[in-house]
């Protein structure tokens, strides 16, 4: 969770933006309330936005939590939130489903988390015995659905259970923050369809997404895995976390991208 996932870097600029000099991290990492007010203040999320040299100094995950939490307290103060579909601007009347979603600290955690992943995307190759005495070379990429599940036939259950909850990963990732860039015509006529390089649109990542959230969910529960409960809030609650997603990269990455990071 929270104190967990904070490096000793995240806790020195959360020291010195109180003003201790020097910075007191022991004592800081053992008050975790003290650590919530200082990210939930809106003039340390303000700083992340506006300095460039702050933003660099924060992990992505100190970065990201500081968005998330900031959102909610930006949609407690109106009625409505929207979503971009090509140039259209929806409006979406759903900000008190939207703050309980935000509200579930396991789950903010999760997407924090989630998106400080897409800082860095990870390719390898790893020889793989497709039958009994067959190898063969795969390449797996992280931002890769199709390399994912090709990999996932054959690979035990644990290693799938990574696969499929990247899988759905992606899926919320593409659709939240790159909303706009997809197709929003193409129907798949199927339950669902993996999105494919290059002829994907928002509701083949949206059925893709819930169908391996709750695929991850059901291996967690069999393996007795931490995490299961997010997963299936997150396959049932799809559309509402890529709003979420999708009000962060309009109101907070926009911010940056105008300062020339490539968000």
């Given at each position: 969770?929270?104190?967990?996932?904070?490096?000793?870097?995240?806790?020195?600029?959360?020291?010195?933006?109180?003003?201790?000099?020097?910075?007191?991290?022991?004592?800081?990492?053992?008050?975790?309330?003290?650590?919530?007010?200082?990210?939930?203040?809106?003039?340390?999320?303000?700083?992340?936005?506006?300095?460039?040299?702050?933003?660099?100094?924060?992990?992505?995950?100190?970065?990201?939590?500081?968005?998330?939490?900031?959102?909610r307290d930006d949609l407690a103060n109106r009625a409505w939130s929207y979503e971009m579909a090509t140039s259209r601007m929806s409006i979406i009347f759903d900000?008190?489903?939207?703050?309980?979603?935000?509200?579930?600290?396991?789950?903010?955690?999760?997407?924090?988390?989630?998106?400080?992943?897409?800082?860095?995307?990870?390719?390898?190759?790893?020889?793989?015995?497709?039958?009994?005495?067959?190898?063969?070379?795969?390449?797996?990429?992280?931002?890769?659905?199709?390399?994912?599940?090709?990999?996932?036939?054959?690979?035990?259950?644990?290693?799938?259970?990574?696969?499929?909850?990247?899988?759905?990963?992606?899926?919320?990732?593409?659709?939240?923050?790159?909303?706009?860039?997809?197709?929003?015509?193409?129907?798949?006529?199927?339950?669902?369809?993996?999105?494919?390089?290059?002829?994907?649109?928002?509701?083949?990542?949206?059925?893709?997404?819930?169908?391996?959230?709750?695929?991850?969910?059901?291996?967690?529960?069999?393996?007795?895995?931490?995490?299961?409960?997010?997963?299936?809030?997150?396959?049932?609650?799809?559309?509402?976390?890529?709003?979420?997603?999708?009000?962060?990269?309009?109101?907070?990455?926009?911010?940056?991208?105008?300062?020339?990071?490539?968000?």
């Amino acid at each position: 969770m929270l104190m967990d996932n904070l490096t000793h870097n995240d806790l020195q600029l959360l020291a010195r933006y109180a003003g201790e000099e020097p910075a007191d991290v022991r004592r800081l990492r053992g008050d975790r309330e003290a650590v919530r007010r200082r990210i939930r203040d809106r003039r340390f999320s303000n700083r992340l936005l506006d300095e460039r040299d702050e933003v660099i100094a924060a992990s992505p995950y100190l970065f990201f939590v500081t968005m998330l939490m900031r959102e909610r307290d930006d949609l407690a103060n109106r009625a409505w939130s929207y979503e971009m579909a090509t140039s259209r601007m929806s409006i979406i009347f759903d900000t008190a489903q939207l703050i309980a979603l935000l509200d579930d600290e396991e789950l903010l955690d999760y997407l924090a988390i989630m998106l400080a992943s897409f800082v860095r995307v990870n390719q390898f190759t790893r020889l793989t015995e497709v039958r009994r005495g067959v190898f063969r070379r795969m390449r797996l990429n992280t931002l890769d659905i199709e390399s994912m599940l090709d990999y996932s036939r054959y690979v035990d259950e644990s290693e799938r259970y990574a696969l499929f909850k990247r899988v759905a990963d992606v899926c919320l990732f593409m659709n939240g923050i790159y909303g706009e860039r997809l197709r929003f015509d193409r129907v798949t006529g199927r339950h669902f369809r993996p999105p494919t390089r290059g002829r994907a649109s928002a509701k083949d990542y949206r059925e893709c997404g819930r169908h391996y959230y709750r695929e991850a969910a059901r291996i967690a529960e069999r393996r007795d895995v931490e995490g299961r409960d997010v997963l299936l809030e997150l396959s049932h609650s799809f559309e509402l976390a890529t709003r979420s997603l999708g009000f962060l990269s309009d109101h907070y990455l926009a911010t940056l991208r105008t300062r020339g990071f490539s968000l």
